[in-house]
């Protein structure tokens, strides 16, 4: 998801485009037997998903924190997740379509054994609204788990920002990741972690953009071309090692990596250094 209305940032393009291909990299095994259950380079990259849903949480921050006091905090949440998931309904509605038909029981049909055919189609509704994850069965198009479990999560973030105590948001924000990332494990992906999941990305960005702005206002970083250097130098050196820990298959740092994800968008997204500049029509394209 992008800054809406804000002027789009090139590195964040950018760095939105490697997370996209690299994820799509991940998914080969769908495309082939021989990658299944193989850690060919790339195979780890699903942690890039992470990186969108922290992205998320900070400009969802952003945006509750310029917008004027809503008479209905409820109301503007969930105005405001429609406006961001409407964009993505002709295509996941496509694709999850094409799933259904594809894997419908044609044979008990012509059969004449309808109620089996007629059944294969009863999660549809929920799919097509990506609330998928509303429920614990088992979804057909799978990848597109991330957007489902956003969908269901993003209205109570919306409902948290809205609450104004910069302090309390600061705390939740800041602890429930803290929480989150220390004691699951990779292996723990069964319903509902993929929503606890989406929820501790979500919050995370959050906290690095209610954290920022916390700098910003006491001034803890001076403006000055030395501290945009070091800034820049941070924010290549956490993009570039998470970068290579991912294309290694290093899965004992994952932790690392997500930590790396924050601390890179905290530096990226501050406009301090150098590459706030950056403007490529090419990347934004």
């Known amino acids: 998801m992008d800054n809406g209305k804000n002027k789009r940032t090139a590195i964040v393009d950018l760095w939105k485009f490697i997370a996209a291909v690299m ?50 905090i409820v109301k503007s949440s969930l105005s405001y997740t429609w406006r961001k998931f409407k964009t993505f309904l002709p295509y996941t509605t496509t694709a999850i379509t094409l799933q259904y038909l594809l894997s419908a029981p044609y044979t008990e049909l012509l059969q004449g054994s309808y109620r089996k055919f007629i059944y294969s189609f009863a999660d549809y509704p929920l799919e097509v609204l990506l609330l998928g994850e509303a429920h614990g069965s088992q979804q057909r198009l799978v990848p597109i788990w991330f957007l489902s479990a956003m969908l269901i999560v993003f209205p109570l973030v919306g409902l948290l920002l809205q609450l104004k105590n910069k302090y309390l948001i600061l705390l939740i924000s800041g602890v429930y990741p803290l929480f989150y990332y220390g004691r699951t494990t990779l292996e723990n992906r069964v319903w509902p972690d993929d929503l606890l999941r989406a929820a501790a990305g979500l919050l995370l960005g959050v906290f690095i953009c209610a954290l920022s702005d916390l700098i910003r206002e006491k001034q803890l970083i001076p403006p ?26 290093d899965k ?21 250094s150098l590459t706030a500049g950056l403007q490529s029509p090419v990347i934004t394209y």
């Open 23 to 72: 994820i799509m990299i991940h998914h080969l095994y769908y495309l082939s037997p021989a990658y299944e259950g193989k850690d060919y380079p790339g195979y780890f990259s699903w942690i890039y998903v992470e990186f969108f849903f922290i992205l998320t949480g900070y400009f969802t921050y952003r945006h509750f924190t310029r917008q004027d006091k809503q008479d209905s």
């Open 224 to 249: 000055s071309k030395k501290a945009a250097k070091l800034l820049t130098a941070a924010e290549i050196a956490c993009m570039l090692l998470s970068f290579v820990f991912i294309i290694c298959a």
């Open 252 to 272: 004992s740092l994952w932790r690392v990596i997500i930590l790396l994800f924050a601390a890179g968008l905290s530096v990226m997204l501050s406009g301090r």
